[in-house]
């Protein structure tokens, strides 16, 4: 056990768990941040995705004592009223479907648009191509990450 | 999880006491999002709620709270349900709160979402609901204001009386409205009047999904709750033997590790009772990293099963399973299924004289087309909470039919049905692998060992691993043709592991004079079930992708040669067990033509068509291909659809998408094999799923417009995309393609 001074959405908060505990694992059963999912807990279906500074991340494969300093964000800190520009076009295009995939879609997408902020369609689908939807909401995402792209060049 | 607290009234729950004990109340309408709500959103709710039936309650402001009754796993019926009540009502979709009923029998009839069945066994109960309630506020205005009911209108959540230019909302009239006399009968709307339905709704949990808001059975949090995990079998044919804990159980956080059993000897099995592994070691600790580790250090040992019969009440009576002892292996499946596809099956229907037609044949095409074991994969793995206390018991967890958990608790638990109390939060998918919610019974049962609330959590590999999966099948396909190249006789034998795909009286038959169709299964035991469209997810690409293969051999376009046939069918049709309607067949093919421009001249773009109806529904489908370095890239689904009425057209609209882009997806790679019982996938390294970059580069779904009553709409778009794929691939490479799944190997990306 060991303790960690974690910067959460903007918050510094303290948790005392196993260094090896993934980060996924810290924000559902230590912060109830229960926004970040599991879907593989190996890398591979983008469900536990956050934000390690400005980068995507998979949050299942970040041990809690890799964090070091650096800022995470996770879906409930994306923005204050769920109004970032991903989460609106999201709504505006109503893609989810059970919605379990969307977090981490939407925090990849976000992460993708703040490094290039209009992606061309191959660009779109190989940033996307790490989060797994069953439900196969692909082609509305491809939409809305589209549509955010516009907004976020307007505003 | 937040439980968000409205200032209910006491007295709103009267008649609806289950709704009192303050469930897991998720998903309001535009409030749901609001963790801390403003003034203006506290001034909007209601002082007083009055119920007037169980479906739905009134504020004294005017605001409607509807129960919705079946879980939701994506079809947006939370949206769709509320829309049928609200229809019925006449009230403005903004002053409507949607709240997800809890399990309850009386008040909310069968919580069942499956087999496409949600919106067409809603359709009239729930517009009566809301029908009833506007009545009974048209009789409270008619008794307050002295005048005949007949006199008074309702729109829009106001009641009005022309001649003495009387005016009250509904909320004025709520309170009285609630003590009156249920109306026994009430008038339903024509179609041509509706104003909610047939027009699209957005997902009203839209915003909650978006800011990621708890409100799956994952997200199920409660004071004291520890984590479960369950250690099963590694191989199907095997079962518990022993195990050895110490190890374990000095881990950190680790509260207890409990063996569990979950029927009692005798128990009567229904159908959705299925359960490879009834015995399994439960390992319960503080947090789930903590019981990840600790379980690595259990040492169980495992012995082979017993062969064994069980006989299981199900939806279609009685059945009988044998079980055989034994460890199973894919190779092995395909030389039993070769050895059994070679000898006459059972004979389900016949027409005519197809022996004789086929020895008769100039010409006789014959192809085999099969298909693997499929796992779920759906994204939120299978979890549930329980908090057993004395002879009670609170359950929550992703289940689409609560009440067939009903019986195993009951007995295994020895909790009496009464006190039994379920949630039934959102589904992070479903497609009929969370119909078997032997996870329920096992949180349940751990929780009864361990004293505590406990949420059991399976990993991808334990979900993936103790799978109910889609069956492999199997069907061999014959054609005979005269020497003018005329199609005489169609054969169809098919089968399965452990259950025949054969559904004999589907189209094309009843448009052949000479028409055979055989069966035959074999005994497994690796479980299976219900898999989106069960067995039309398999008949449908093998069927139509004969056809297209006949077609081509008599030189006739494909879409033409089946509406050719769909003609017979209808102006002659031979037997009577028909159970397709070709007319709304041909309606979808004839849509799907006109809609894709069928005939087009782009030599690069190769295009496949395919029809089904499952489901009560009609779906045809159009898949361009393009090839890029030997690649299939799909640019594009066209899509029609008939399944009557469409209450939420853009909702279905993304069903409809999801169910092409899904099926693309199990037609190129799904794929589950065994060897020596072991499942030899265990997560999505391994399984390929359906990726962004595969999925279609648009989709355009179009439907048949009727009046119809709804039929099904979450599976039917499913089966035939499968067909599509194999139709495209043909013109795209010249090569056929039989087995699934059509793509074998493919770059994993991480
Ligand atoms: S849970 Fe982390 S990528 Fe799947
Ligand atoms: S919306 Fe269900 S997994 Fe993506």
């Keep these: ?155 | 999880m937040t439980v968000i607290k409205t200032k209910f009234g006491r007295r709103a729950f009267i008649k609806n006491t289950s709704l009192a004990s303050g469930g897991m109340i998720l998903g309001f309408n535009l409030l749901a999002s609001c963790k801390d709500k403003t003034v203006e959103e506290v001034m909007l709710m209601p002082k007083e709620w009055f119920e007037i039936n169980s479906y739905l309650k009134i504020g004294d402001n005017g605001l409607v709270t509807i129960y919705t009754p079946n879980p939701e796993f994506g079809q947006n019926i939370r949206t769709s349900m509320p829309m049928l009540v609200a229809e019925e009502l006449d009230v403005d979709w903004q002053s409507v709160l949607v709240e997800q009923a809890p399990y309850h029998k009386e008040n909310f009839g069968f919580q069942f979402t499956g087999g496409s069945q949600g919106i067409r066994r809603r359709w009239e109960s729930l517009r009566t609901a809301g029908a009833t309630a506007k009545q009974m506020l048209r009789q409270a205005a008619a008794q307050n204001w002295q005048v005949p009911v007949e006199e008074i209108t309702a729109e829009s959540g106001m009641l009005h009386h022309t001649s003495s230019e009387k005016s009250a909302g509904y909320g004025e009239m709520a309170a009285l409205a609630a003590t009156l006399e249920v109306p026994e009968v009430v008038k339903l709307k024509e179609v041509k009047d509706f104003k909610l339905i047939g027009k699209s709704h957005k997902n009203i949990d839209a915003k909650d999904i978006v800011t990621g808001k708890p409100m799956f059975g994952m997200d199920y949090q409660k004071e004291g709750m520890l984590i479960a995990m369950v250690e099963h079998p590694p191989a199907f044919g095997l079962t518990l033997s022993s195990v050895d804990a110490e190890e374990a159980k000095a881990m950190p956080g680790i509260k207890d590790v409990v063996t569990i059993k979950s029927y009692k000897d005798g128990f009567e099995k229904g159908g959705f009772d299925t359960n490879a592994f009834p015995e399994l070691v439960a390992i319960v600790g503080n947090s789930t990293w903590e019981v990840m580790q600790a379980r690595k250090k259990l040492r169980v040992e495992w012995k082979p099963i017993t062969a064994s019969t069980e006989t299981v009440k199900g939806f279609r009576g009685e059945e009988t399973k044998n079980i055989p002892a034994g460890l199973e292996s894919s190779t092995n499946h395909k030389v039993q299924m070769a050895a059994l596809a070679a000898k006459p099956g059972k004979i389900v229907r016949k027409d005519g004289k197809p022996v004789a037609a086929f020895k008769k044949a100039a010409k006789v095409l014959e192809r085999t087309y099969s298909a693997p074991f499929l796992a779920h994969n759906t994204m939120e793995p299978l979890n549930a909470f329980a908090f057993v206390q004395g002879n009670k018991v609170k359950l929550a967890g992703p289940m689409q039919i609560p009440s067939s958990m009903l019986p195993a608790i009951t007995s295994s638990l020895g909790i009496p049905e009464e006190n039994i109390e379920m949630d039934i939060p959102r589904m992070g998918g479903g497609f009929g692998r969370k119909a078997y919610g032997h996870y329920v019974l096992e949180a349940a049962l751990i929780s009864q060992k361990v004293n505590s609330p406990v949420k059991l959590i399976y990993t991808r590999e334990d979900d993936m691993t103790n799978g109910i999966y889609r069956p492999t099948y199997q069907a061999t396909y014959r054609a005979a043709f005269d020497v003018d190249n005329n199609l005489t006789a169609l054969h169809v034998k098919a089968g399965g592991i452990p259950e025949s795909p054969l559904f004999a009286n589907r189209f094309p038959a009843g448009a052949l004079d000479n028409y055979l169709a055989e069966e035959w299964s074999i005994d497994s035991n690796i479980t299976i079930g219900a898999f989106r469209a069960p067995r039309s997810n398999f008949m449908a690409g093998a069927e139509q992708a004969f056809l297209d293969e006949v077609a081509e051999t008599i030189g006739k376009d494909p879409i033409q040669f089946r509406l050719d046939l769909l003609k017979r069918a209808k102006e002659n049709p031979v037997g009577e067990e028909n159970d397709y309607d070709a007319d709304r067949y041909a309606g979808v093919l004839e849509l799907v033509r006109e809609k894709s421009g069928w005939k087009q001249n782009d030599e690069n773009v190769h295009r496949g068509v395919s029809a089904y109806f499952c489901h009560n529904s009609y779906a045809a489908h159009i898949l361009d291909v393009t090839m890029k370095e030997g690649t299939p890239i799909v640019q594009k689904v066209c899509c029609a659809i008939d399944c009557g009425i469409v209450v939420n057209p853009d909702a279905a609209k993304n069903m409809a998408e999801g169910a092409i882009t899904d099926g693309i997806g199990n037609a190129l790679y799904g794929e589950l094999t065994f060897k020596d019982g072991v499942p030899q996938k265990n997560n999505f390294h391994q399984y390929q799923m359906i990726r962004s970059s595969d999925a279609p580069k648009e989709i355009d779904v179009h439907f048949v417009q009727n009046e119809i009553e709804p039929t099904g709409m979450g599976e039917p778009p499913f089966p035939p995309i499968f067909g599509a794929v194999a139709n495209a691939l043909y013109k795209a490479t010249g090569q056929r393609h039989y087995e699934q799944p059509f793509v074998k190997e493919k770059q994993v990306v991480g």
């Design chain 1, 1 to 155: 056990m060991a303790k960690f001074n974690l910067k959460i959405n903007g918050n510094i908060q303290e948790v005392d768990v196993d260094p090896n505990t993934p980060m996924l694992w810290v924000l559902r059963d230590h912060f109830q941040l229960v926004g970040t999912k599991y879907g593989c807990g190996i890398a591979q279906c983008g469900a536990c995705t956050v934000h390690l500074g400005d980068n995507a991340v998979r949050s299942c494969q970040l041990p809690v004592s890799a964090v070091g300093d650096k800022a995470i964000t996770t879906i409930e800190g994306l923005s204050e009223n769920g109004d970032h520009p991903v989460q609106k076009a999201w709504l505006e295009v109503d893609v989810p479907q059970c919605g379990y995939c969307q977090a981490g879609q939407i925090m990849t997408a976000s992460a993708l648009l703040k490094k290039n902020p209009s992606p061309s369609d191959a660009e779109i689908e190989s940033a996307m191509d790490g989060n797994i939807c069953r439900c196969g909401t692909y082609t509305r995402i491809k939409k809305a990450v589209k549509l955010a792209a516009v907004e976020t060049e307007n505003s």
